[in-house]
């Protein structure tokens, strides 16, 4: 029987790639997508896209259901993967600028989720890959949003993995550091939406940091998307997939400094670098 998954996010990026490889691994692929435009551009390349936006609960109903209409009602594997960051100091971060990214990076992927898990647990078996960051347990300045929903969703991932054992469903993170992405583009977008960084009282250090924050392709150690998607695989073919997955050398050094050096120390470094 041909092993079917569900990826989220995959107009670009992680997802995109993911999609892709897998479909040429011979998986049965649901590339899904927030625009219609990028679902179009996936179905002409052989692959089923489902629109899913994390933040219109609808569209994941909506979604799911046309997945399993095509599968019979199974799924083997869910990558969660979609997500989007708004840049800028905790200060200068409104809250409703959080409850937007927590409803696109946290409750919809909880949503979908949960609707999941029941259709694997009456087949017996499925994976659930959740596509977390280094910032899922790693903090960086200026980077307050972020680090709140992916802290938040290595949490809740934490707590199913324990409550699914002995169900035949695996729960697993992807913790990758820079990735090649339009990641840092759309950041810009949403910063440009939420921060009043003109009016904050850092004004000169947003000036300094800006092109270092929010440009794409300039982070030290960045790998291809493929990095992921090779840990992907890993993840929904191996018999005893690990419950994480670290994918580059930032990813790794920011476990070992977190291991190892006393809570200060580690937040000189982080605020020098």
């Not at 897998?22 to 692929?29: A, C, P, T």
């Not at 993170?173 to 850092?202: C, H, M, V, Y």
Request: glycine share 8%.
């Amino acid at each position: 029987m041909t092993r079917s998954v569900l990826i989220t996010g995959c107009s670009s990026g992680i997802g995109r790639d993911a999609a892709l490889t897998l479909h040429e691994r011979g998986w049965q692929v649901f590339a899904a997508c927030r625009k219609p435009d990028d679902c179009a551009a996936l179905e002409a390349k052989g692959l089923v896209s489902p629109l899913i936006d994390y933040e219109a609960p609808d569209t994941i109903a909506a979604g799911l259901d046309k997945v399993l209409t095509a599968t019979g009602g199974r799924l083997d594997g869910l990558f969660n993967n979609g997500a989007y960051a708004i840049p800028g100091l905790v200060e200068d971060l409104p809250t409703d600028a959080l409850r937007t990214t927590f409803e696109a990076n946290f409750f919809g992927w909880h949503d979908l989720t949960r609707r999941v898990i029941p259709v694997m647990r009456a087949q017996g078996q499925g994976r659930i890959v959740q596509n977390s960051s280094v910032l899922g347990f790693a903090a960086a300045p200026w980077r307050g949003a972020y680090n709140a929903t992916k802290f938040a969703l290595e949490g809740l991932t934490d707590t199913l993995r324990i409550e699914m054992r002995g169900t035949g469903i695996d729960v697993i993170l992807i913790e990758p550091g820079p990735i090649t992405s339009r990641f840092r583009a759309n950041a810009r977008l949403q910063f440009e939406r939420w921060i009043d960084w003109k009016s904050s009282s850092r004004r000169a250090d947003y000036e300094r940091l800006m092109d270092n924050l929010y440009q794409d392709g300039t982070a030290r150690f960045e790998l291809p998307a493929s990095a992921v998607t090779e840990v992907l695989i890993r993840a929904l073919e191996a018999d005893r997939p690990r419950a994480r997955y670290r994918v580059t050398t930032p990813t790794t050094l920011a476990m070992i400094m977190k291991r190892t050096l006393p809570t200060r120390m580690s937040d000189r470094i982080v605020s020098n670098s």
